[in-house]
């Protein structure tokens, strides 16, 4: 999954992004309404986490925006989640009645946020289901385990994370550049054949059948994936 925070307070945005990273999402950040739109327009976010006081004017603006925007990059249904001050009530609502989907208040326990931001993405994809299960084949988003007829697979974070992103809109093709922007942040370099290589060690791991590639397009897991 990819995120992008949008705090102006230095010190609670890179705590935020150390953890999110421990569980393997990538994430951007951006310090004001200028910037966070900027980066909306750039690249497709799975999430974003927004504070509402930012240095160049109200985070409901960038929602109003993001909700009001045509079809494309922003994608206006991004789930976003806002963090408040526990005396914003008024903003909160505000926040929540223009289209924001759910709101911590600060401080708050990073994985009760991690454990929300796992509820938006499965509500966002139409599931009620926290594990993905298909063919033999079982997913866990929270717990980042894999298990293949009942065995364990051990996983590295990138391979996860493209197994989970394909999953996610299985069996819908997705191509290497949009598997590549779930799993890296602007600052973090690439190989080229960064997804082909965790492709490859998956079809190792899980076997041939499950990861299926269209060719010239990407990759797609089938309904019938066995
Ligand atoms: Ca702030």
């Known amino acids: 999954m990819r995120v992008l925070v949008v705090e102006d307070d230095e010190g609670i945005a890179a705590g935020l992004q150390a953890h999110l990273r421990q569980l393997g999402w990538a994430v951007d950040l951006s310090d004001s309404v200028a910037m966070a739109w900027a980066a909306l327009r750039a690249e497709p976010f799975d999430l974003v986490l927004l504070d509402l006081g930012l240095r160049d004017g109200d985070g409901t603006t960038l929602l109003g925006r993001l909700r009001a925007a045509p079809e494309g990059l922003p994608a206006p249904d991004t789930p976003v989640l806002i963090m408040t001050a526990r005396d914003q009530v008024a903003s909160r609502i505000a926040a929540l009645d223009m289209g924001?989907?759910?709101?911590?208040?600060?401080?708050?326990?990073?994985?009760?946020?991690?454990?929300?931001?796992?509820a938006l993405r499965r509500r966002a994809a139409g599931r009620a289901q926290p594990v993905l299960a298909f063919g033999p084949l079982r997913v866990d988003p929270a717990a980042r385990t894999v298990l293949l007829d009942g065995q364990p697979v051990v996983l590295s974070a990138r391979?996860?994370?493209?197994?989970?992103?394909?999953?996610?809109?299985?069996?819908?093709?997705?191509?290497?550049?949009q598997i590549?922007?779930?799993?890296?942040?602007?600052?973090?370099?690439?190989?080229?054949?960064?997804?082909?290589?965790?492709?490859?060690h998956l079809r190792r791991k899980?076997?041939?059948?499950?990861?299926?590639?269209?060719?010239?397009?990407?990759?797609f897991i089938p309904e019938d994936s066995a």
């Open 206 to 219: 899980l076997g041939d059948g499950v990861i299926r590639t269209l060719r010239g397009v990407g990759y």
């Open 180 to 200: 590549e922007a779930k799993l890296y942040n602007w600052d973090q370099a690439l190989d080229s054949n960064a997804v082909e290589v965790h492709v490859h």
């Open 100 to 118: 924001a989907d759910d709101y911590v208040t600060k401080p708050f326990d990073p994985d009760e946020l991690a454990a929300r931001m796992r």
């Open 159 to 177: 391979e996860f994370g493209v197994l989970l992103a394909l999953a996610e809109v299985r069996p819908r093709v997705l191509s290497r550049a």
